[in-house]
């Protein structure tokens, strides 16, 4: 059995840890200087997937079979020659948010991108196909607006494939909201009753929200949660209806990641942080917040973690689990591991750039 | 025919000469010259609609071109092209 893999994607370059006997210890650095939003492996054909934001040169894909030891570069999605983020502005890919591997269809990566179009590759990037009737929504050019980062359109930043259903997704579209489809994207509905959006000027819109980053829960797959920029949400119905989870005696609320137990539904991590014009963690402390009923009580582990001076915060794909492993890394270059699911904590490293994406492989 | 010089952070991705000379009458030809002796050099200067990335720049001889849409600058043998990126970030 190969050994857990955790990839950090950071603002200059790549960063691969594995699980041994001492614990995790560093694998491999690549793309050193080169911001890689989001990295991912997939289970299916063992390929690593690196997304590269150049910045000035644009954003690119590299895909390694043998875990960083050789890349190849691959063409990136690019969207219709006519298409519009807005009226009048000629859609290009901004950046890729998101790279979900499909487990029904081998080899294939879904891939969420600004400015508000999500894609599917079968073949490594030989062709991209986007998700036509989700670009055509009728709300995208006048309800759908900027969010996360510095981006000028729509984040696609979550991706969700019902693990029973082929042809059923979501997506957590900052700003929109949750869009579902049931039929593989022939058509999408939003699903966002019962969210708020109190930077809106109805803040019970249909379309107009902030999910900053959405979740299912793969045994439950009718279990959704969202951390929200207007709190933490929580779905039984698939998305139908949203219930506000409102933490007491816990600093949970604002924040952008949120991660849910696969086998447990009722389990959920958060780390919260100072909403919304300050983003740091909260009373100068970090800590992993937990639910294990749903979302009634929640508790605040600290231990191991910096519980004064601290401004961390910790972006929407930092925030990771994989059996009784937690991890998150942060704007600060913090990277904490747990093995007790996130009670106690110790640090991996204090000396990493900024993490923008932290992933199990 | 004109030659053209690159800035030291595109020879982190391609193995580019200090200079070379690249046939061609306009900017845009200059780049699809070089995109047959660099394949993926185009993807990296200029985004999926052949526009000039943002924050790249040509220069044709001292200044700067004029069409980053097109890439219409007319060149002439005796030209000198310089491709550069933004000074910023961090």
């Known amino acids: 059995m190969a050994p857990e893999t955790l990839l950090l994607g950071t603002r200059k370059g790549l960063f691969i840890y594995q699980k041994t006997g001492e614990g995790w210890v560093k694998h491999s650095q690549h793309f050193l200087g080169i911001p890689v939003s989001v990295a991912t492996r997939d289970p299916k054909t063992g390929l690593l997937w690196a997304s590269l934001d150049h910045g000035h040169w644009g954003h690119h894909l590299h895909v390694s079979p043998d875990l960083g030891a050789t890349w190849r570069e691959i063409p990136v999605p690019t969207y219709p020659e006519d298409a519009e983020y807005k009226p009048g502005k000629p859609a290009t890919l901004e950046k890729i948010w998101s790279l979900l591997p499909s487990a029904h269809h081998s080899g294939r990566m879904y891939i969420g991108t600004a400015p508000g179009g999500l894609f599917y590759t079968d073949d490594e990037g030989a062709s991209y196909h986007l998700f036509q009737a989700l670009w055509d929504q009728p709300s995208r050019q006048t309800e759908w607006f900027a969010g996360g980062e510095d981006s000028v359109g729509p984040v696609i930043h979550s991706v969700i494939e019902h693990p029973n259903n082929r042809d059923h997704l979501y997506v957590g579209i900052s700003c929109a909201g949750v869009f579902e489809t049931q039929d593989g994207g022939a058509t999408w509905l939003p699903k966002n009753k019962g969210l708020i959006a109190n930077f809106m000027p109805d803040p019970h819109c249909e379309i107009g929200h902030d999910p900053h980053c959405l979740v299912m829960c793969q045994s439950s797959p009718n279990v959704l949660w969202q951390q929200n920029h207007c709190g933490i949400f929580h779905s039984n119905d698939g998305g139908a209806n949203w219930i506000h989870i409102v933490p007491t005696n816990s600093v949970a609320g604002f924040g952008f990641p949120i991660c849910v137990d696969p086998n447990d539904p009722d389990t959920a991590w958060v780390v919260p942080a100072i909403s919304d014009e300050c983003r740091i963690a909260v009373d100068g402390a970090l800590c992993a917040s937990r639910t294990t009923d749903g979302g009634k009580t929640w508790v605040d582990y600290r231990n191991g973690l910096p519980q004064s001076d601290c401004f961390d915060i910790v972006f929407r794909q930092c925030l990771a689990q994989s059996g009784n492993d937690l991890a998150f890394g942060s704007t600060t270059g913090n990277v904490f591991v747990s093995d007790d699911r996130g009670e106690n904590w110790s640090c991996l490293t204090n000396c990493l750039p900024p993490v923008y994406s932290i992933q199990f492989a | ?90």
């Open chain 2, 1 to 90: 025919m004109p030659t053209v010089q690159f800035t030291s952070h595109l020879k982190a991705f391609f193995k580019l000469p200090e200079s070379m000379d690249v046939i061609g009458t306009s900017v845009r030809e200059v780049l699809d010259q070089l995109e047959i002796q660099f394949p993926g050099l185009m993807s990296y200067v200029c985004d999926e609609r052949g526009a000039l990335r943002p924050h790249v720049h040509i220069f044709l001889n001292q200044a700067v071109i004029v069409d980053r849409d097109h890439l219409s600058d007319l060149v002439h043998e005796s030209d000198r092209l310089f491709i550069l990126q933004a000074l910023s970030g961090g």
